[in-house]
């Protein structure tokens, strides 16, 4: 027999080799656990990581790089709590590798030692993982506001001109929140709201206006689209709808009537004087007369209402209205009285000569068939007004905004789009932006009053083919729906301007010297014009009377006139914003395109106007291009800050 000790030692070598196995595959186990914790670890750095640098796709490669690699860090050592040494492993700096314009992708990896199981395998352990953030506009609402005042004709170094700089900025825009190809994104909608000095909404939506108090010259035909501002107290800078009390809209009406008939002055005939009391009078209003034919009569009603120069005819939406009775033409407001051949009544069966008094109407700042070059003989029908405007190369007489007179006169020229899904749609109502050659001044307030009507849940369903989400419904959506965000754009290239008239501040061919007024815009006059006494027979919007606390000082100053306007701009934007700054309404980026120069007023008063109004005084809700050249950047910022973000790899 053997002795029982190499039996012992026999145990032991076979227990030594079993310890092996037993060892290593509990190391394994720890191993494995290990790895798969740094692999979560890494995971979680890199996702965070990604998103950061979809964020930052737009800034340069060398920022960008340095904010993603703090973000991968802090992930990775849990702000410090590891320097780098989580459990035991060796991790590597991240990849950062754009992948488009809207995508990147960031990857890493972690070299993980073995322990325990190096008593097997003594190789270390590679982990890595790869993210891919894309930065896309999802759950947007976007109004775009643009300046198309005739100032953006003016030239711009590398473009045709700063309105041609402003559609390319918009572009590039469009083109970092839709992608390279794509012309729809999930729950992303803009709008495009122009603006002068009123807004069009286009002349499809006749629904939403007020016309019960119009003008008996009005034509809804002859309309050109704009809009006035709301008159009803701070209506203006309400959040209504077109269904609401006090909702609709009032039609931007020029009333470019140049003169009234007032009464029959004298009888030549009989050599017999007419007084404003006289029944007789009435021929002045009888539809015979009216409605006479245009024969070939030098001084028949036709030729006499109208300035002869223009020759006979009618132009459609001039019904010069007569009135007359007492009070209705006075020597203070007369323009020269006019031979005409008029019936004296039904029955007459000739015409007979008569001197009548044509009035100034209320409007007569301008004459919309005026001479373009002063009479010998005519002085009082000359209107330097109109003149300026026809030489500066807009159209005579008619229903255009480009008319030098008529109803729809310095009307802003491009409509509002709501609020639409496609891209290019967006982009081809940016392009079709036309600047006049002449705007009639600047309200900005009045912008930003139509970007309301385009995002106020209070017009949600009234746009005619407004888009529609299947899911969330009927745009405009309510304020603070969740995962939505509603933003106003806004870009002007100046300060609030209410303009002066073009040929000089007196009223066209007044008697009465001092008489001055502001061109008509979006809140009418500024005041009721003192040389017409009737006033209420042809109702028009004023500042001062829809502000009487408020008003504007006669004669009125653009300097007045400006302030006021200012006070409505930061109004509006304080009310778009609404009363809870940590919740508000909507987000607004302002961008000040060459502002360094304004109208009026001085830049820093202009700057402070706009940093008030936007959702905070810096970029990027804040921006100045002070060049063509850098409004693609401030949109870019813009564009950066409008986008959310989401993983797909």
Same mark, same amino acid.
């Given at each position: 027999?053997?002795? $029982?000790?190499?039996?012992?030692?026999?145990?032991?070598?076979?227990?030594?080799?079993?310890?092996?196995?037993v060892?290593?595959? *509990?190391?394994?186990?720890?191993?494995?656990?290990?790895?798969?914790?740094?692999?979560a670890?890494?995971?979680t750095?890199?996702?965070?990581?990604?998103?950061?640098?979809?964020?930052?796709?737009?800034?340069?490669?060398?920022?960008?790089d340095? !904010?993603?690699?703090?973000?991968?860090?802090?992930?990775?050592?849990?702000?410090?709590?590891?320097?780098?040494?989580?459990?035991?492993?060796?991790?590597?700096?991240?990849?950062?590798?754009?992948?488009?314009?809207?995508?990147?992708?960031?990857?890493?990896?972690?070299?993980?030692?073995?322990?325990?199981?190096?008593?097997?395998?003594?190789?270390?352990?590679?982990?890595s993982?790869?993210?891919v953030?894309?930065?896309?506009?999802?759950?947007?609402?976007?109004?775009?506001?643009?300046?198309?005042?005739?100032?953006?004709?003016?030239?711009?170094?590398?473009?045709?001109?700063? $309105?041609?700089?402003?559609?390319? #900025?918009?572009?590039?825009?469009l083109?970092?929140?839709?992608?390279?190809?794509?012309?729809?994104?999930?729950?992303?909608?803009?709008?495009?709201?122009?603006f002068?000095?009123?807004?069009?909404?286009?002349?499809?939506?006749? #629904?939403?206006?007020?016309?019960?108090?119009?003008?008996?010259?009005?034509?809804?035909?002859?309309?050109?689209?704009?809009?006035?501002?709301?008159?009803?107290?701070?209506?203006?800078?309400?959040?209504?709808?077109?269904?609401?009390?006090?909702?609709?809209?009032?039609?931007?009406?020029?009333?470019?009537?140049?003169?009234?008939?007032g009464?029959?002055?004298?009888?030549?005939?009989?050599?017999?004087?007419?007084?404003?009391?006289?029944?007789?009078?009435?021929?002045?209003?009888?539809?015979?007369?009216?409605?006479?034919?245009?024969?070939?009569?030098?001084?028949?009603?036709?030729t006499?209402?109208?300035?002869?120069?223009?020759?006979?005819?009618?132009?459609?939406?001039?019904?010069?209205?007569?009135?007359?009775?007492?009070?209705?033409?006075?020597?203070?407001?007369?323009?020269?009285?006019?031979?005409?051949r008029?019936?004296?009544?039904?029955?007459?069966?000739?015409r007979?000569?008569?001197?009548?008094?044509?009035?100034?109407?209320?409007?007569?700042?301008?004459?919309?068939?005026?001479?373009?070059?002063?009479?010998?003989?005519?002085?009082?029908?000359?209107?330097?007004?109109?003149?300026? !405007?026809?030489?500066?190369?807009?159209?005579?007489?008619?229903?255009?905004?480009?008319?030098?007179?008529?109803?729809?006169?310095?009307?802003?020229?491009?409509?509002?789009?709501?609020?639409?899904?496609?891209?290019?749609?967006?982009?081809?109502?940016?392009?079709a932006?036309?600047?006049?050659?002449?705007?009639?001044?600047?309200?900005?307030?009045?912008?930003?009053?139509?970007?309301?009507?385009? !995002?106020s849940p209070?017009?949600?369903?009234?746009?005619?083919?407004?888009?529609?989400?299947?899911?969330?419904?009927? !745009?405009?959506?309510?304020?603070?729906?969740?995962?939505?965000?509603?933003?106003?754009?806004?870009?002007?290239?100046?300060?609030?301007?209410?303009?002066?008239?073009?040929?000089?501040?007196?009223?066209?061919?007044?008697?009465?010297?001092?008489?001055?007024?502001?061109?008509?815009?979006?809140?009418?006059?500024?005041?009721p014009?003192?040389?017409?006494?009737?006033?209420?027979?042809?109702?028009?919007?004023t500042?001062?009377?829809?502000?009487?606390?408020n008003?504007?000082?006669?004669?009125?100053?653009?300097?007045?006139?400006?302030?006021?306007?200012?006070?409505?701009?930061?109004?509006?934007?304080? *009310?778009?914003?609404?009363?809870?700054?940590?919740?508000?309404?909507?987000?607004?980026?302002?961008?000040?395109?060459?502002?360094?120069?304004?109208?009026?007023?001085?830049?820093?008063?202009?700057?402070?106007?706009?940093?008030?109004?936007?959702?905070?005084?810096?970029?990027?809700?804040?921006?100045?291009?002070?060049?063509?050249?850098?409004?693609?950047?401030?949109?870019?910022?813009?564009?950066?800050? $409008?986008?959310?973000?989401?993983? $797909?790899?």
């Amino acid at each position: 027999m053997k002795p $029982l000790s190499d039996r012992r030692g026999a145990v032991a070598a076979m227990s030594a080799v079993v310890m092996i196995g037993v060892i290593g595959f *509990a190391g394994l186990a720890i191993d494995l656990t290990r790895i798969w914790m740094v692999n979560a670890r890494l995971k979680t750095a890199i996702d965070a990581a990604s998103l950061l640098a979809a964020r930052q796709i737009g800034t340069d490669a060398a920022t960008r790089d340095a !904010l993603v690699e703090n973000i991968y860090w802090a992930n990775y050592n849990q702000n410090g709590r590891w320097a780098s040494n989580y459990m035991l492993a060796t991790p590597g700096r991240p990849t950062i590798t754009p992948l488009d314009d809207e995508r990147i992708q960031v990857s890493g990896f972690a070299t993980v030692p073995t322990t325990l199981f190096s008593i097997i395998d003594r190789r270390n352990t590679t982990v890595s993982d790869a993210a891919v953030a894309r930065r896309e506009g999802t759950g947007l609402e976007v109004a775009i506001v643009l300046d198309q005042t005739s100032s953006m004709r003016q030239s711009a170094p590398g473009f045709a001109s700063k $309105l041609v700089a402003a559609q390319e #900025a918009v572009r590039t825009m469009l083109g970092r929140l839709y992608g390279p190809n794509d012309d729809t994104r999930r729950n992303l909608w803009f709008s495009v709201v122009p603006f002068a000095r009123t807004v069009n909404i286009g002349t499809g939506n006749a #629904a939403f206006l007020d016309t019960t108090n119009m003008p008996i010259g009005w034509r809804q035909a002859n309309w050109s689209g704009c809009v006035e501002a709301r008159s009803n107290g701070n209506d203006d800078i309400a959040d209504l709808g077109p269904a609401d009390a006090g909702g609709r809209l009032t039609p931007y009406y020029y009333q470019s009537t140049y003169r009234r008939v007032g009464w029959v002055l004298r009888d030549t005939l009989d050599n017999q004087d007419v007084t404003n009391s006289t029944t007789a009078n009435g021929i002045v209003t009888l539809q015979r007369n009216i409605d006479d034919p245009a024969v070939a009569n030098p001084l028949n009603w036709t030729t006499a209402t109208r300035v002869p120069s223009t020759g006979l005819g009618t132009y459609p939406g001039y019904d010069v209205p007569h009135y007359a009775g007492a009070n209705a033409c006075t020597n203070a407001n007369a323009y020269a009285a006019i031979p005409v051949r008029l019936f004296r009544n039904n029955t007459d069966g000739t015409r007979r000569d008569y001197t009548v008094r044509f009035c100034r109407g209320d409007n007569d700042f301008t004459n919309p068939n005026g001479l373009v070059s002063t009479p010998t003989n005519d002085a009082l029908r000359y209107n330097a007004e109109y003149a300026t !405007l026809i030489n500066a190369g807009m159209t005579g007489i008619g229903n255009l905004p480009t008319s030098s007179a008529g109803p729809n006169r310095l009307c802003a020229l491009s409509p509002i789009l709501p609020l639409t899904a496609s891209r290019a749609a967006v982009q081809a109502a940016v392009d079709a932006i036309t600047a006049p050659v002449r705007s009639g001044g600047t309200t900005i307030v009045t912008g930003m009053q139509g970007a309301w009507y385009t !995002l106020s849940p209070r017009w949600q369903n009234q746009w005619p083919n407004i888009a529609n989400n299947s899911t969330i419904g009927t !745009l405009p959506l309510p304020y603070n729906t969740r995962n939505m965000t509603k933003a106003v754009v806004i870009l002007t290239d100046g300060d609030n301007n209410w303009q002066a008239l073009y040929a000089s501040g007196n009223v066209r061919a007044s008697p009465t010297a001092g008489v001055t007024e502001l061109l008509y815009n979006a809140y009418g006059r500024v005041g009721p014009n003192p040389v017409w006494p009737i006033q209420n027979v042809w109702p028009e919007a004023t500042w001062n009377g829809t502000f009487p606390g408020n008003q504007i000082p006669l004669p009125p100053s653009q300097t007045n006139a400006d302030a006021r306007l200012d006070g409505r701009f930061a109004a509006i934007c304080a *009310a778009m914003k609404g009363p809870d700054p940590n919740n508000p309404r909507m987000t607004i980026y302002v961008i000040g395109f060459e502002i360094g120069n304004p109208s009026s007023g001085n830049a820093t008063a202009v700057r402070n106007m706009l940093q008030t109004c936007a959702t905070r005084p810096e970029a990027p809700f804040y921006l100045e291009a002070p060049s063509a050249a850098a409004l693609e950047g401030a949109f870019t910022q813009v564009a950066n800050s $409008l986008a959310s973000l989401r993983l $797909l790899e």
